[in-house]
């Protein structure tokens, strides 16, 4: 029996569709991996029934020995009653050094919102720093973290002096004024005897 040699355009079909099975397979592989990494990502980030927010109340400028407050604001959207949950707040440096840190539990049904206070250390050093909030439920299943950054400015005594000072003068100013006006007020007021003197006067005439 003869054999038939294959038709070349049948050779160069068969190459082209499988360049095309690869080029599939390797979107196929490239989109699972993809998945899988965010699978892996979304497993260590925040989780989404449990969320924080942090403002801070006095602005986001400082000086060292400052103290300042932060409104924190925790939702659970699977709530199933009134939950213990774990804040754990720090403070950083611009290059992740741990300046100071605390923690404390809160009762959250749906919503709470709640104030914390910090004091700055007197030996903090000028720079941007950052406040961190992290939300977790007891057993750690379920966290949520927020980041806030702040700057800490160091005045130098003698221009802090000046601002005291002008700060000083300005009040003594204000009160000043504010004497010499009551007294031009006061000598300006008529009485009720002088004026009904005034008027029965104008009547005589």
């Given at each position: 029996?003869?054999?038939?040699?294959?038709?070349?355009?049948?050779?160069?079909?068969?190459?082209?569709?499988?360049?095309?099975?690869?080029?599939?397979?390797?979107?196929?592989?490239?989109?699972?991996?993809?998945?899988?990494?965010?699978?892996?990502?979304?497993?260590?980030?925040?989780?989404?029934?449990?969320?924080?927010?942090?403002?801070?109340?006095?602005?986001?400028?400082?000086?060292?020995?400052?103290?300042?407050?932060?409104?924190?604001?925790?939702?659970?959207?699977?709530?199933?009653?009134?939950?213990?949950?774990?804040?754990?707040?720090?403070?950083?440096?611009?290059?992740?050094?741990?300046?100071?840190?605390?923690?404390?539990?809160?009762?959250?049904?749906?919503?709470?919102?709640?104030?914390?206070?910090?004091?700055?250390?007197?030996?903090?050093?000028?720079?941007?720093?950052?406040?961190?909030?992290?939300?977790?439920?007891?057993?750690?299943?379920?966290?949520?973290?927020?980041?806030?950054?702040?700057?800490?400015?160091?005045?130098?005594?003698?221009?802090?002096?000046?601002?005291?000072?002008?700060?000083?003068?300005?009040?003594?100013?204000?009160?000043?004024?504010?004497?010499?006006?009551?007294?031009r007020i006061s000598k300006l007021r008529i009485s009720g005897k002088e004026l009904?003197?005034?008027?029965?006067?104008?009547?005589?005439?």
């Amino acid at each position: 029996m003869r054999m038939l040699p294959i038709p070349a355009y049948e050779s160069k079909h068969s190459v082209k569709r499988r360049r095309v099975h690869f080029q599939f397979f390797l979107v196929v592989l490239l989109v699972g991996m993809f998945l899988c990494t965010n699978a892996v990502g979304a497993a260590v980030s925040s989780d989404p029934s449990l969320s924080i927010s942090l403002s801070i109340v006095e602005g986001d400028a400082f000086r060292p020995g400052n103290s300042f407050h932060t409104i924190t604001e925790i939702r659970n959207r699977e709530a199933l009653g009134r939950v213990d949950v774990v804040v754990f707040y720090k403070i950083l440096d611009a290059d992740g050094k741990m300046i100071l840190s605390s923690s404390e539990t809160v009762a959250v049904e749906t919503k709470s919102s709640f104030v914390a206070t910090f004091n700055l250390p007197v030996s903090i050093e000028e720079g941007v720093y950052f406040l961190t909030a992290n939300v977790s439920n007891l057993d750690g299943s379920k966290s949520s973290e927020v980041h806030r950054s702040f700057n800490v400015v160091i005045v130098p005594t003698g221009e802090q002096n000046l601002i005291q000072y002008v700060v000083v003068a300005a009040f003594v100013f204000t009160g000043v004024v504010w004497f010499y006006e009551h007294r031009r007020i006061s000598k300006l007021r008529i009485s009720g005897k002088e004026l009904n003197k005034y008027i029965d006067g104008q009547k005589k005439k």
